[in-house]
């Protein structure tokens, strides 16, 4: 079945740093989601790409999909103790547009 | 109040006891899913609804059971308890249609613990 590679697992970053998790799916994907998951918390929806090569950014935070629409990136730049928590990407699939398997996430660490 | 609720938020069970963890909606989303959160293994999907009276297997469905008799609700029992179904249990549904038709809403999680 389709398989949502994330990497890294773990990232520590000092404030102010940059930080990027990766995406790749085994499968070709007509959307990718990301969600932020603060501790303690729930997965919280964050962007949703759709096109080839799409680029969209929230204030510190860019999102790609790539050309061939098998894999994504989350970019933020100059980290902030508020960025802390886990990232998940996500992608539907199963053979359903409607079920979305997400990647196993990055969990973002930032010292002040 | 609007939005999606999960209960009880923390249980506490025995192996072999039948636990139901709660889920209730106040969209009318027609789909609606049970995921599980352990470490190392992110979010599983265990089991999803794509209307009342329809549901079907996730990724990882053994010792679990749904019901959709109303679409607000989706319960999820465990029949009889293992330790291996220790876990933070989040409930999410979905709108039909326009803009958020493809994004998850998810419940603030039942965390269960099975001893």
């Known amino acids: 079945g389709q398989q949502v590679m994330q990497i890294p697992q773990y990232q520590h970053v000092q404030e102010g740093e940059d930080f990027t998790t990766y995406c790749n799916s085994s499968t070709t994907l007509s959307n990718i989601q990301w969600y932020k998951q603060r501790p303690g918390g729930h997965p919280v929806f964050l962007i949703q790409l759709v096109k080839s090569g799409e680029v969209k950014k929230q204030k510190r935070l860019t999102f790609q999909f790539g050309e061939a629409k098998k894999n994504s990136s989350l970019h933020i730049t100059a980290t902030q103790t508020t960025d802390v928590g886990t990232y998940f990407c996500a992608g539907p699939g199963g053979g359903s547009n409607y079920k979305l398997t997400f990647g196993k996430g990055t969990l973002l660490t930032v010292n002040p | 109040d609007a939005g999606i609720t999960q209960s009880p938020r923390y249980k506490i069970t025995e192996t072999g006891r039948q636990v139901t963890l709660m889920c209730h909606q106040t969209w009318s989303h027609s789909y609606m899913f049970w995921y599980r959160q352990d470490l190392g293994h992110g979010l599983r999907l265990i089991y999803y609804s794509a209307a009342a009276d329809i549901t079907d297997k996730g990724e990882v469905p053994d010792g679990y059971v749904v019901s959709r008799s109303k679409t607000e609700n989706f319960p999820l029992t465990l029949e009889s308890a293992t330790r291996s179904q220790t876990s933070v249990y989040f409930c999410?549904?979905?709108?039909?249609?326009?803009?958020?038709?493809?994004?998850?809403?998810f419940g603030a999680g039942s965390r269960l613990t099975v001893l």
């Open positions: 999410a549904s979905r709108g039909d249609r326009g803009t958020g038709a493809n994004v998850l809403t």
